[in-house]
């Protein structure tokens, strides 16, 4: 009888450790999710998902948002005008396009239109591809060519028109530009044998010297100069209502810019390579080492005036901006300027 009770306890000592070991393990896990539920939920539309943006990508990797208190939601809208429909629909919360679109929207007459309050890039990331090597490259070699060129009032059409204005040259006339093809086929249709020359995003323009179907012959980066070509933007009313999330959000945004400029261009790449996970490493690395060396991320977030003066001046030389929209009411450098610090 004494060996049956002692077994009893022994039994129900082990049931007791047992229990409380899977009420411990529970508990853990309750409070993993509560952490986890305490994370603001932020949905961000991006117009493309490209190397160009590689901030961005190195903040969702290095876990900056998380570390912010964000649970970030990334959806590619494959286009400027889906990206605006989306955040103005509250299908996003933030957008992430070219800056031109918030005039548009402003100057079509919407009251709670998007406010740009992070600019990424300070450079145009597209470059023009010839089908031979051109060592010395001029753009009079354009004229009388046949160009696959972007959507009329896009960032990148309007950019290539401006530089070759900038070298005398009339984008109507003196040469042809072919706008009638997608956005992110136009590589496609070079390789097919359209076009003499094309303007071309990465990993597209390193995709076709690979091939040998494409030489980059000149950066549109560097020959436009600084123009604010893309940015991150909120309804006004969103920014108003929270913004502890804008704050939090360029915080962590920060922190990417902060690492592309500490950081080789293999680092960058070793990184951002779970967002690209069809392309090799190497060819990731060249295409931020071609990036970085037209300085193409801003040391800060910050939108400044005269990049935004800039960026009308190339709206009305394009023909697309009929009245100059206040700086005041489409930028907002508070969270930018306090990131910075």
Not at 247 to 266: E, I, P, R, W
């Amino acid at each position: 009888m004494k060996i049956m009770k002692k077994k009893l306890l022994s039994l129900f000592l082990t049931t007791l450790c047992v229990v409380s070991l899977l009420v411990g393990c529970g508990g853990g896990e309750d409070k993993e999710e509560s952490s986890a539920s305490k994370k603001t939920p932020v949905t961000l539309n991006e117009v493309a998902h490209s190397i160009f943006y590689a901030p961005l990508y190195v903040a969702i990797e290095e876990g900056y948002f998380a570390d912010e208190g964000i649970d970030l939601t990334l959806i590619t809208g494959f286009g400027a005008d889906k990206t605006m429909t989306a955040l103005l629909t509250g299908e996003a919360d933030i957008g992430f396009m070219g800056s031109e679109s918030t005039i548009y929207t402003y100057a079509g007459g919407s009251t709670d239109y998007a406010v740009n309050f992070a600019q990424l890039t300070q450079r145009a990331g597209n470059f023009l591809v010839a089908r031979e090597p051109i060592e010395n490259f001029d753009w009079d070699m354009l004229i009388g060519k046949n160009v696959l060129g972007g959507r009329a009032g896009g960032m990148p059409e309007m950019v290539f028109e401006y530089i070759l204005k900038k070298n005398n040259i009339d984008p109507a006339s003196d040469l042809s530009i072919d706008q009638s093809i997608d956005f992110g086929s136009t590589a496609a249709a070079f390789s097919g044998g359209q076009g003499d020359f094309t303007v071309e995003f990465e990993p597209h323009a390193t995709s076709l010297e690979a091939k040998d179907d494409g030489y980059v012959v000149a950066s549109l980066g560097e020959d436009s100069g600084y123009v604010p070509y893309t940015a991150f933007s909120a309804k006004k009313s969103y920014i108003e209502a929270n913004p502890e999330i804008i704050q939090a959000f360029t915080d962590a945004l920060q922190k990417g810019m902060d690492y592309v400029q500490n950081h080789s261009a293999s680092e960058i790449a070793a990184v951002i390579q779970p967002q690209f996970e069809g392309t090799e490493l190497d060819t990731i690395t060249t295409i931020v080492e071609r990036y970085a060396a037209q300085d193409t991320w801003k040391a800060d977030l910050i939108f400044e005036e005269k990049s935004f003066t800039l960026l009308q001046n190339i709206l009305e030389e394009a023909g697309e901006l009929e009245n100059r929209v206040p700086y005041a009411d489409l930028v907002d450098t508070t969270f930018a300027t306090k990131a910075a610090k």
